[in-house]
């Protein structure tokens, strides 16, 4: 069993930056792909951005391109979300994901693990 811990939402203004951090810990954290997920009120959960195991592949959506970076410790097990220039529409519940192989997808369905989610609201 693997643990997800996200931290690092808050409030922020239209523009602003924030940076999440998701721990693992349980079982031997190795070969997992990980990624970030987003729902705002109303919606359904969305793919946000994902890296491979090796850190050496990353996928973003297109509403976070070129303003998310999504990167990996694997020594410190951890995972992290840039976000800058951030915008009233990127308010939601971010979750943190983990899925038992090496490569990622897009999908919620192909993860295994889950965080709790942390709250980022930006105001305009």
């Known amino acids: 069993q693997v643990q997800l811990v996200e931290s690092g939402g808050g409030l922020v203004q239209t523009g602003g930056s924030l940076r999440l951090s998701c721990v693992a810990s349980?079982?031997?954290?190795?070969?997992?792909?990980m990624g970030w997920f987003r729902q705002a009120p109303g919606k359904e959960r969305e793919f946000v951005a994902a890296?491979?195991?090796?850190?050496?592949?990353?996928s973003y959506a297109d509403s976070v391109k070129g303003r998310f970076t999504i990167s990996g410790d694997n020594a410190k097990k951890t995972m992290y979300l840039q976000m800058n220039s951030l915008k009233p529409e990127d308010t939601a519940v971010y979750y943190c994901?983990?899925?038992?192989?090496?490569?990622?997808?897009?999908?919620?369905?192909?993860?295994?693990?889950w965080g709790q989610g942390t709250q980022v609201t930006v105001s305009s």
């Open positions: 890296v491979s195991w090796s850190g050496g592949s990353t």
């Open positions: 349980g079982r031997t954290f190795s070969r997992y792909a």
């Open positions: 994901a983990a899925r038992t192989v090496s490569w990622y997808t897009h999908a919620m369905r192909d993860y295994n693990y």
